[in-house]
Structures are given as C-alpha cells and as structure tokens.
C-alpha cells in the first residue's frame, strides 16, 4: 500500500508540473502578443484584433517547442532526485512495480516514502516560468498606458532625427530652375534578371550595360537642352511631340562618371553616375585539399564537394583535369572536361555541387598525377577558376626499388632496406597464409613486429629517445663496492641534452618527419602484433615513403655547366701586352621625366594662399583650370569620391568674390589623395660645426699621452 501511495502523490505532481507550463505558455504568449499590439496599433494604425491572432500563432509554437504534455513519470523523479537530496536518488522506486522489487529495493522504498510525502504540493521549480510570464505581461500592461502619452513626441522627434541624418548623408540636389520635374528609367540588363525602375532624381546608381533613359520637364518653353558626360561627351535631349517643355534622352551606361544638364547654355550642379560592376562567380572547394596523397590500400576515388555562387546567378561549371603520366622526358599528358552531375538550368545564385572522381576510369594508375581546376562561368559570360589541386597514387614499384640506394651517398642505407625488407616479408606472409598453421602464421607476425620495434627503436636514437630495455649497465651499477657512487648513478639515469656530444643535428623540419616516420612504425607493429600484416601494409609504405623523402632531402645536387674557353695566342702570352684592353665608356642623356602633378601642386600653394586672401587672381585662376582637368580625369573613373572636389572648383573659379574655406579644405583632400607619397631618399645627418675644436682636442689629448 504504501508503494502505491509514492506513485500516487508522483502522478499528482505530474498532472501539476503539466498544469503550471500550460499556464506559462499562455501568460508569455498573452504577453509578447499584448506588446505586439499595442506597438503595431500606436506606431502602424492596425487593428488591435491581429493581435489575437498573434496570441494563437504564438501559443501554438511555445507549446510544440515545450511539448508538457509528454512530461513523464521519469520526468519527475528525475526532478525530485536534483531537488530532494533526503529521497537518495530512489524515487523511480515508487514507479516500478511491487512485485518486480527486490529485498534491498523494497527496504530502500520504505526508507524515502516518508521524505517524498513530505514533498510539497508544488515545488519551486514549477513555478519560475509563470512568474516570469506574468513579469512579462504586467510590463506590457504598463507599456499600454506609458505608450499613448508619449507617442506622438516619441515620433516626431524620431522623425525629424531621421530627417536631419538623412538630409546630413545625401543632401538634396540642385537643379535649375528651369526645370519642374524628372523621370529617370532605368532598366537593367537582361543578365541581372532584374525588372526596370523608375527615379525622381539626376543621381544615376545603375547595373553595368543598363539603358537609362531621362524625361525632364520644364516649368517654361526651352529653345534646346542636353546632357553634358564627363565634361566630354554630349547627349542632346530632344522634345515630345514638339512640346518644348518636355524633354527626353537615352543612353547605354557602362562607365562611372558624372554629367549635366545644359539648358540653353546654362550648366547645372554635377551629378553622379555610379556603375554597379558585375561580381565574378566564386568557387571554393570543400574538398579535397590543394594536394592529396593516396597511399598503398586506400581507395582510389576523390570526392569532390565544391560551393559555386554569384551575384546574379550560375550558368555552368566544369571540371578540366590532366592526368601525367611518366617521368622525366618521357612524360605524357592527357587532358579530360569532366560535368557535374547538378543541372545549371535555373541560373541559380549558389550552388553545392559534388563529384565523385573515379581515378581509374581516368586511366590514373600508381605512380601518375591527377591535376584538376574548376572554372565557373556565370549569366555575363563571365568566367573564373581555381587553382590547380594535385591528387598523386603511391607507387610501390618505384617505392621498393633499390635506385637512388646502389648509387650516391646515404647515410642509412640499411635502415631504408629493412623497412622495404619488412614490407616484402609482410607481403609474402599474406601469400603464404593458406598453406601455413595459425600458430606458424602468429609466430611470422610476432616476428615482423619485433623487426619493426628494433627498427623504430633504431631511428629513435637521432631524436634522443630512450631505449625501452632499460638495463643497460645494471651489472655494474649492482655491485656493492658501487653502491655508494654517486657519480656512476647519476651517469647511469639522468639525460645529458646539454653535451654537446649528444646533441642532433637534424633540422626541425627532418625532426618532425622523423617523429611522423616513427609513429606510422609504431601503428604497423601493432597491427603486426595483432597478427594483422593486411591492416599494417598501409602503415609499412607510409613509413617507408618518408624515409626515402628524407633520403632525398639529404642529397646535394649541383648542376653541370660547361664552358668552352677561347684559344691562347701563343705569340701574346706573358708579354704583357694591354694596349688593346680599353675601359668601356658609355655616353648617356638622361633627361628628368615631366611631373604630371605639377599642375596639382601648384594648386595646393594657390589654395593655402586663398585661405588668408580669399580673392583668386586670373594667374590663380588659370593654374586651378589646369587642376580641375586632372580632377575631372579622377572623377570620371570614382565619381563618388572626387566629385564633390570638382564642384567645390566649379564654385570657386566661377565666383572669384564668394569663396568658402570648407570648398578649398574639400579641394585640398581630393588633391591629397591623387598625389602620389613622397619616396624617402638617403641624405647625411647633419652635424652642427664645432669650428675644429674636437680635432684640436683630440691632438692635444694624444700629446699628452705621449
């Protein structure tokens, strides 16, 4: 009975737990929903009834995130186990079954029954998600009867703030009076897959090759009028159906730039006309990497997973490999153009595309190179590729040849014919498998994996490591006329990597290869102790592999040259004779190349002295012509950048009176940024004269010591 009770009181906390997170969802939902409404009807004007809607939208998400309903029995023992350490971590006893308890559970369940009855009704962890919600919802109350009286301060100061941020950005343009209004059409190219648009104002920010065409309207009847580009080329406007106030024009633009307006002979302000330039398709490659080895065992396939993406969409890609074949002179060279199996036919603006890159089917067999790239062309026929990515199979012919060992220098020899020696007995245990017993077969493994630790064991000595044994010199160290040498202990068991004698001299590179060689030693061993030769063989070639690197690397190679000397005279030699050997002259005119930033230099000394005067002569006036031609050169190609300096020249050499410091500070930076930094050239140190008083000194100084 009294097991009863305990799942009797954990299925009410159940049911409360349940109860309690129903009741949160609802609060926050009615909350969050609250606050929407309030903000949407205030600063929108919509109905207060969507935020009902809200509410229902909201609920339902929160309650199948939360999912209360599939809170279970464990759910709650759980809990109680966290928050009650007197139940002892037992209370899923009062869940199970009386007759599948044993003695000690039953003794146990007996023990926690009176501290979970003790349990309240409704513990605190139940109720933190409904306190929170009504915090939430009692702030969205309050939030309703705060919002109405300072919204419509609220939003007239945010308004006039976002106006006056605005109009300080992009100030507005200057037009001339002549003209009442403009319709600027601007339609993009066929590439973009963009629809046209239309602008009420002369700044022009188009796609590259878009048709923009220009409909002004005039407030009076106008004799002529035309659109002035770059301070070069002239689009003349002509008029509607021989309306003269209304005006139209039409031009292809692919150019940064600037223009005006010319109505009758007068100029307006500068207009911008910036070119939205077409991205090239970019590809990167996941995988594989830049280079990649596949050892002896490995399978022969690259998968390759590639992300290709572009500003307007991709139209194809390809894949062009070569596969190498060979060496030295006698190497060959076949190209393939592989396709990836994703169809471009949506022009698509990103797309994950993989392919699986079969080696033999390219006819790459070991010993061959696989060298691929990837190019991506996108809607503009634009196209860009990878770099090249080099996939190589080991080729265990070449490996086990004994060339390069006969013939030149080692100093291991030996060590790189035991590994092969290891590899070719390993492989010959694997034919002989069958035919053999399994106690004959362990034993050839045992034996090849002491082979391979005597070999690491070996090379682990050009990096200072330990022998394994340890037992080197323990006869002498046990007897006891030695027992008190201090000195032949310390000998015995301490590392000496100051001495010199001791130290290696391999390079930290060689060290690192060293270390990768031992390691993939220690792996085949231990497959071979295992009585895996199969599973070590990859292990074997690796290790073989970097020792022959390593081989290589120690190798000094010095090209021949020949040279053929001219013959000796016999008659002419040891005389002596140099009447015939002349000093080489060269007669050379050097002249100093223009500046063609002079004219912009003398513009900055006319500016700094505008700054005191602020009255330009007709010399002054002259000399920021010619820089206004080298200005207008750079606003052509950054309109954004350099055009507002060619205004503020416009300003200043038409009104020699009304000159303002902010334009010649505006012309000063343009300046600064299109003269080019000045190159530091070596000069002595100046020294200051001492009219020969330390050379008198130091005379005088040697007197003395005399």
């Not at 979970?116 to 009704?121: E, G, R, S």
């Not at 992009?170 to 239309?198: D, F, H, M, R």
């Not at 070996?458 to 008190?484: H, I, T």
Request: with cysteine.
């Amino acid at each position: 009975m009294a097991e009863r009770e305990g799942l009797h009181k954990i299925k009410k906390l159940q049911q409360t737990w349940i109860s309690y997170q129903l009741l949160a969802d609802f609060v926050l939902s009615a909350g969050i929903a609250f606050i929407w409404g309030i903000l949407t009807n205030r600063l929108l004007g919509w109905s207060a009834w969507l935020s009902l809607v809200m509410f229902v939208i909201l609920f339902g998400i929160l309650s199948t995130i939360r999912r209360p309903w599939q809170i279970t029995l464990h759910t709650i023992c759980s809990f109680l186990n966290i928050s009650y350490p007197e139940l002892e971590e037992s209370s899923e006893l009062a869940i199970k079954p009386v007759n599948s308890l044993n003695i000690l559970e039953q003794l146990q369940l007996s023990k926690i029954e009176p501290a979970l009855q003790n349990v309240p009704a409704l513990p605190r962890g139940f109720t933190k998600r409904v306190k929170i919600a009504w915090i939430l919802m009692i702030a969205a109350i309050g939030l309703s009867f705060v919002l109405p009286k300072g919204h419509y301060n609220w939003h007239t100061a945010s308004q006039s703030l976002w106006d006056s941020g605005k109009s300080s950005a992009t100030p507005p343009e200057k037009v001339l009076p002549q003209i009442e209004s403009v319709n600027i059409k601007i339609t993009p190219p066929a590439y973009t897959g963009k629809a046209s648009y239309g602008q009420d104002k002369f700044t022009i920010n188009a796609e590259e090759g878009a048709d923009v065409s220009w409909t002004i309207n005039t407030n009076v009847a106008i004799k002529n009028a035309w659109l002035l580009f770059n301070e070069k080329e002239k689009l003349p406007l002509t008029s509607v159906d021989n309306d003269k106030t209304k005006w139209k024009a039409a031009k292809n633009i692919t150019q940064p730039g600037f223009y005006q307006v010319s109505i009758d002979g007068k100029l307006s302000d500068l207009y911008q006309v910036q070119v939205i330039k077409d991205a090239l398709p970019v590809i990167r490659v996941k995988t594989p990497k830049q280079y990649t080895h596949i050892d002896a065992g490995e399978s022969p396939k690259v998968n390759l997973t590639v992300t290709l993406s572009d500003d307007y969409g991709i139209t194809d890609a390809q894949i062009f490999a070569t596969v190498a074949k060979g060496s030295g002179e006698s190497v060959k060279f076949k190209e393939y153009k592989l396709k990836f199996d994703e169809s471009f036919q949506q022009h698509s603006r990103q797309y994950n595309v993989q392919k699986l890159l079969d080696l033999p089917a390219l006819n790459v067999t070991p010993g061959d190179e696989l060298y691929f790239y990837i190019q991506a062309q996108d809607n503009h026929q634009q196209k860009s590729r990878t770099d090249v990515y080099i996939v190589s199979i080991q080729d265990t012919a070449q490996l086990l040849s004994m060339d390069g060992i006969l013939t030149g220098t080692s100093i291991k020899p030996e060590f790189f014919r035991s590994e092969r020696q290891i590899i070719i007995d390993s492989q010959q245990l694997l034919k002989d498998k069958d035919s053999i017993s399994v106690d004959v077969f362990n034993r050839r493994c045992n034996d090849l994996g002491l082979d391979q630790k005597l070999l690491r064991l070996r090379y682990g000595k050009f990096l200072g490591e330990e022998d394994e044994s340890g037992k080197e010199g323990n006869d002498e160290l046990a007897k006891v006329e030695n027992f008190s040498n201090a000195e032949m202990f310390l000998d015995a068991y301490t590392d000496k990597h100051d001495n010199a004698e001791d130290a290696t001299f391999l390079e930290p590179a060689v060290k690192e290869q060293l270390k990768a060689t031992l390691t993939e030693m220690w792996k085949a061993e231990l497959q071979l102790r295992m009585y895996k030769p199969n599973d070590a063989l990859p292990f074997e070639y690796k290790a073989l592999r970097l020792l022959k690197d390593l081989q290589q690397k120690s190798r000094a190679y010095v090209a021949k040259t020949s040279y053929n000397p001219p013959p000796i005279k016999i008659e002419k030699r040891l005389t002596g004779d140099l009447s015939k050997i002349t000093q080489p002259v060269t007669q050379q005119q050097i002249k100093a190349a223009a500046d063609r930033f002079e004219a912009l230099k003398k513009a900055v000394a006319v500016l700094e002295q505008l700054k005191h005067t602020l009255l330009l002569n007709t010399t002054d006036k002259i000399t920021l012509e010619i820089a206004e031609q080298q200005l207008s050169a750079k606003a052509s190609a950054e309109p954004g950048i350099y055009l507002p300096a060619l205004s503020a020249v416009h300003r200043i050499t038409a009104s020699n009176k009304d000159i303002r410091t902010s334009d010649i500070a505006l012309i000063e930076k343009a300046i600064q940024k299109t003269l080019p930094s000045a190159t530091i050239m070596p000069a002595p140190v100046s020294t200051n004269v001492d009219m020969g008083l330390s050379q008198g000194y130091y005379k005088n100084l040697n007197h003395l010591n005399r």
